[in-house]
């Protein structure tokens, strides 16, 4: 896409993510890969109210060339913009063009939860295969442990993930910090939303199926082997 489109979507996806709550005040951010760098929305900016003029532009090795100053997250962008890069040629997918994070209410909350599904932070994954369209649309999403925002620590650790996924055959389109929110990654701003959204409904899914006495079973694998055949899922 052109500098011009990718600027009106990033304003486009941010306005619809704070309308709905999926992110408040200066939370959260947006990216797009362009083949000449990168178009990030600037720290501290609240995402309802984007400029598309303000929006900052890096270069490919990350230097600021205009806009407003980029997100304290640019290096995490960074790392999964070049380790999916590297995925999608091993696994013969499509280039990962936009990278949203957020604090998407429901799947913070799981993470709040340290008995959720029997102590969730002993597994590798926020959440097991509850629905079709999770194992779909989204995939396997491993959790990743607290620190700051922006910590580079985060940024190798996600990378390392993608490149562990991408050997065994599956390609990630997102992964969970623990108490900040989800990163999601899609060719465009479009799918990397929806992808978002499919992730977010699960989560209070999960939330509330939890609340039951009875705890909720996963798809089983010969359900999930039907997805796999049928629609290609990669779980």
Known sequence: MNESFAREEICRVGRSLFERGYVHSTAGNVSVRLDDGFLITPTDACLGFLDPERIAKVSLDGVHLAGDKPSKTL?????????????????????????????????????LRANYFEGVFEAPELLPALTPYLVMKVGRVPLVRYARPGAPEVAEQVAALIERYATSGRMLRAVM???????????????????????????????????????????????????????????
């Open 75 to 111: 290096l995490l962008h960074r790392r999964i913009y070049d380790a999916s890069a590297a995925a999608s040629r091993t696994l013969k997918r499509e280039d990962t063009r936009c990278v949203i994070h957020t604090h998407s209410t429901h799947l913070v909350a799981l993470t």
């Open 177 to 235: 910090i623990e108490r900040l929110g989800p990163n999601v990654w899609h060719r465009d701003p479009a799918s990397a939303m929806a992808t978002l959204d499919e992730l977010e409904e699960t989560a209070k899914l999960a939330l509330l199926s939890h609340a039951g006495a009875t705890p909720v079973a996963p798809l089983t694998e010969t359900a999930i082997e039907a997805l796999r055949v049928s629609f290609g899922a990669q779980w």
